[in-house]
């Protein structure tokens, strides 16, 4: 039994998730989009790490910027596509979020799952195959070091075909080395339960790469 977002989230926490949600809604209404990252693995595949943006694959970013420069429930305070037509939005309401737009590069296992809203409903949403999410977040920890992104791969890891990513695991073996700078922080975005270790992260991602 999944415990509804709104009693256990509070003050900034819960008007973000609520944000999120209208978000979601909106883009459910005309656009065909994938959700990935961070917010994905929290909102469908249950994850304790609360996550502040949403990224999303979808081929037209220019088009969502239109439509929700036209929203009156919520403001777009701020835009900009790249070069590469990757853009990055931020809507406010009660609070401001994050929202990333990249157009799909690669061949991506795009599954349909529930996506848990803040008052225990749910909704379809089409998102990553677990291990997509996996390959990913690898690439992020490898990138930019962050906590939180190892985290999201151990909670994953249970959700997963070992096979399809243990190549991907290998490859964070040697960044497990030493503690990420930031862990001291993860314990503000665990939600319920303990935060677990450091030790107990890099044990169970190096039992899953070499079993």
């Known amino acids: 039994m999944k415990i509804p977002l ?3 989230l509070k003050g900034r926490f819960l008007r973000i998730a609520e944000l999120q949600d209208l978000v979601i809604i909106e883009l459910s209404k005309k656009f065909d989009y994938v959700l990935h990252g961070g917010t994905a693995i929290w909102r469908v595949y249950g994850s304790k790490r609360f996550s502040f943006d949403i990224d999303i694959y979808y081929s037209r970013p220019a088009d969502i910027i239109s439509y929700f420069n036209k929203l ?3 403001k777009l305070t701020r835009y900009k596509i790249t070069s590469s037509n990757v853009a990055y939005i931020r809507v406010k309401s ?4 994050d929202i990333g737009i990249t157009p799909f590069f690669r061949s991506l296992d795009v599954i349909e799952r529930d996506y848990w809203l803040t008052d225990g409903t749910s ?12 390959k990913e977040k690898v690439n992020a920890y490898l990138n ?3 906590s939180r992104d190892l985290y999201d791969i151990y909670y994953l890891l249970d959700f997963c075909d070992i096979d399809k990513i243990k190549g991907d695991l290998k490859k964070l073996l040697p960044k497990l080395e ?11 975005l665990i939600l ?4 677990p270790s450091f030790e107990s992260i890099r044990e169970k991602v190096v039992r899953y790469a070499t079993d």
């Open 144 to 146: 930019r070091m962050k």
């Open 6 to 8: 709104i009693k256990i």
């Open 192 to 195: 319920l339960g303990k935060t």
């Open 123 to 134: 909704i379809v949403v089409k998102t990553l195959s677990p291990e997509d999410l996996v």
């Open 94 to 97: 009660a609070e401001e979020i």
């Open 72 to 74: 009156k429930i919520l």
């Open 178 to 188: 030493t503690e990420p700078s930031d862990f001291g922080g993860l314990r503000e």
